[in-house]
């Protein structure tokens, strides 16, 4: 496939990334070209920031128009194989793609090289970067760490250069005269200013679904400031010289796993501003193993959809909306009825709070006997991990990597029945197996095991 691409990375987290190539995305929409959104590792907020970016410059997509999901490239979680195949998939039809970088360009997941790295997506992907430098604190050396950035790995190539933060016309003519001799060009320049109010807390950006009428005039700023900075005609120039992908753009394949004569089962799946973290991925693979995918709000429905069979409730902020979501007592008694039915529910992090006793002393579904509460301490990282026994998911022996993501603590932290055992890097027993619930810290990411999302669908059908 030929799809004209930018990788969109940085020295380091902090320089930028997020500003720049959700400005790029917005512009270039804006410009009334059809932009895929993709971001390199685990993270789901800034994707949210992609979508909508992407929806006409972050406006309302069009009638007749195909709002196109934020995705994310994961090497870790998905395996190198299928970085292109999952890009192909998202890319599909679009103008331009552009891939936000995860920290600096070189690192990826602890003590393993380049894996998941930035770098090595834009190998996977043959697709040329701009490296965005904060140059706050320096004139001549930027030259330095450009050639160095430049120079490491011959199959990564740099092919031009935003500076971002810069002070003043004088400022920038000394990093333009260094950088004239690094062979690498500047593609824009972005003066240092108060920083778009895109808020942050204990996990990372606000999620779009929290505040989207700030978040839609933030990324119209972001759209207008890197429009007034950048060489757009040669950023788009260079991606147009990203040559042909061999590969094959990965489908959620497979014939529906719905018995004959039975009809399509519901699985509803939480959203709202409480649970905003999921994969595209994950609802193409329910939907295409024969469900019918319904969203629900926890913060706001009392009932479940009508005729739910399952139940999926992935990642979030349920800490946040503590208070809101025990006073919707209503829908907390529908989960757990559900639940002590042995319907299968798939829980992952903010929907293992959800299902807990109590989340900071606030009754929660107690689907699960045990008690979460906030933590100073930040749980973050890649895990591998095997499931202890069968389950609605996986049967047991089942070997997933995965990522865990939080600041709360859970009391058990597994049950008698746990979920994973982790084995990489610690080894420990996690998460709760019983009846029909999945419940776990851990995040996965189905499109690297399709077959838990059809084995899922199949206990829906029973």
Same mark, same amino acid.
């Given at each position: 496939?030929?799809?004209? #691409?930018?990788?969109?990375?940085?020295? @380091? @987290?902090?320089?930028?990334?997020?500003?720049?190539?959700?400005?790029?995305?917005?512009?270039? @929409?804006? #410009?009334?070209?059809?932009?895929?959104?993709?971001?390199?590792?685990?993270?789901?907020?800034?994707?949210?920031?992609?979508?909508?970016?992407?929806?006409?410059?972050?406006?309302?997509?069009?009638?007749?128009?195909?709002?196109?999901?934020?995705?994310?490239?994961?090497?870790?979680?998905?395996?190198?194989?299928?970085?292109?195949?999952?890009?192909?998939?998202?890319?599909?039809?679009?103008?331009?793609?552009?891939?936000?970088?995860?920290?600096?360009?070189?690192?990826?997941? @602890?003590?393993?090289?380049?894996?998941? =790295?930035?770098?090595?997506?834009?190998?996977?992907?043959?697709?040329?970067?701009?490296?965005?430098?904060?140059?706050?604190?320096? =004139?001549?050396?930027?030259?330095?760490?450009?050639?160095?950035?430049?120079?490491?790995?011959?199959?990564?190539?740099?092919?031009? %250069?935003?500076?971002?933060?810069?002070?003043?016309?004088?400022?920038? #003519?000394?990093? #333009?005269?260094?950088?004239?001799?690094?062979?690498?060009?500047?593609?824009? !320049?972005?003066?240092?200013?108060?920083?778009?109010?895109?808020?942050?807390?204990?996990?990372?950006?606000?999620?779009?679904?929290?505040?989207?009428?700030?978040?839609?005039?933030?990324?119209?700023?972001?759209?207008?400031?890197?429009?007034?900075?950048?060489?757009?005609?040669?950023?788009?120039?260079?991606?147009?010289?990203?040559?042909?992908?061999?590969?094959?753009?990965?489908?959620?394949?497979?014939?529906?796993?719905?018995?004959?004569?039975?009809?399509?089962?519901?699985?509803? %799946?939480?959203?709202?501003?409480?649970?905003?973290?999921?994969?595209?991925?994950?609802?193409?693979?329910?939907?295409?193993?024969?469900?019918?995918?319904?969203?629900?709000?926890?913060?706001?429905?009392?009932?479940?959809?009508?005729?739910?069979?399952?139940?999926?409730?992935?990642?979030?902020?349920?800490?946040?909306?503590?208070?809101?979501?025990?006073?919707?007592?209503?829908?907390?008694?529908?989960?757990?009825?559900?639940?002590?039915?042995?319907?299968?529910?798939?829980?992952?992090?903010?929907?293992?709070?959800?299902?807990?006793?109590?989340?900071?002393?606030?009754?929660?579904?107690?689907?699960?006997?045990?008690?979460?509460?906030?933590?100073?301490?930040?749980?973050?990282?890649?895990?591998?991990?095997?499931?202890?026994?069968? =389950?609605?998911?996986?049967?047991?022996?089942?070997?997933?990597?995965?990522?865990?993501?939080?600041?709360?603590?859970?009391?058990?932290?597994?049950?008698?029945?746990?979920?994973?055992?982790?084995?990489?890097?610690?080894?420990?027993?996690?998460?709760?197996?019983?009846?029909?619930?999945?419940?776990?810290?851990?995040?996965?990411?189905?499109?690297?095991?399709?077959?838990?999302?059809?084995?899922? !669908?199949?206990?829906?059908? %029973?």
């Amino acid at each position: 496939m030929t799809v004209p #691409r930018l990788v969109v990375a940085a020295p @380091s @987290s902090g320089s930028g990334k997020t500003t720049v190539a959700t400005g790029l995305m917005a512009a270039f @929409s804006e #410009r009334g070209l059809a932009v895929s959104p993709h971001k390199v590792g685990p993270d789901y907020i800034d994707p949210g920031y992609h979508a909508l970016a992407v929806s006409s410059g972050g406006r309302a997509v069009s009638s007749g128009g195909r709002a196109r999901p934020g995705r994310n490239l994961d090497a870790y979680m998905c395996g190198p194989g299928l970085i292109g195949p999952l890009f192909a998939h998202g890319a599909a039809g679009c103008d331009l793609a552009v891939v936000e970088g995860v920290m600096g360009l070189y690192d990826g997941a @602890s003590g393993q090289g380049e894996l998941a =790295s930035t770098a090595q997506v834009s190998k996977l992907l043959r697709a040329p970067v701009v490296l965005v430098v904060d140059a706050s604190s320096q =004139s001549r050396s930027v030259a330095a760490l450009v050639h160095g950035f430049a120079s490491w790995d011959p199959e990564v190539r740099i092919g031009g %250069v935003i500076l971002n933060k810069v002070a003043t016309d004088r400022h920038e #003519r000394l990093l #333009r005269d260094a950088l004239d001799e690094s062979g690498v060009p500047v593609m824009g !320049v972005l003066r240092r200013t108060e920083q778009v109010g895109t808020p942050s807390r204990h996990l990372g950006l606000v999620p779009v679904a929290e505040r989207r009428a700030e978040a839609v005039a933030s990324t119209r700023e972001l759209a207008a400031r890197v429009r007034a900075g950048c060489d757009l005609e040669a950023l788009l120039a260079l991606a147009r010289s990203a040559p042909a992908l061999d590969t094959t753009a990965w489908e959620p394949a497979g014939a529906p796993v719905v018995p004959a004569g039975h009809g399509r089962p519901v699985i509803a %799946v939480a959203g709202g501003p409480a649970f905003t973290f999921s994969y595209a991925e994950h609802t193409e693979l329910l939907t295409a193993a024969g469900a019918d995918v319904v969203p629900f709000d926890p913060l706001r429905d009392e009932r479940l959809p009508a005729g739910t069979r399952g139940l999926v409730i992935g990642g979030g902020f349920p800490e946040v909306y503590a208070p809101e979501l025990s006073a919707n007592e209503p829908l907390r008694k529908a989960v757990a009825e559900l639940a002590h039915a042995g319907a299968p529910v798939a829980a992952e992090c903010a929907g293992l709070l959800y299902l807990a006793r109590s989340l900071d002393g606030k009754p929660m579904c107690g689907v699960l006997a045990a008690d979460a509460r906030m933590s100073e301490r930040l749980t973050l990282g890649y895990r591998e991990a095997v499931a202890v026994g069968d =389950s609605a998911l996986a049967p047991a022996g089942t070997r997933v990597r995965g990522h865990e993501f939080h600041r709360t603590v859970l009391a058990p932290g597994a049950g008698d029945a746990p979920a994973w055992g982790v084995v990489h890097p610690d080894r420990r027993v996690e998460g709760f197996v019983q009846r029909g619930v999945h419940a776990s810290y851990l995040h996965t990411h189905w499109a690297a095991a399709p077959e838990m999302a059809r084995r899922f !669908v199949a206990r829906c059908a %029973v």
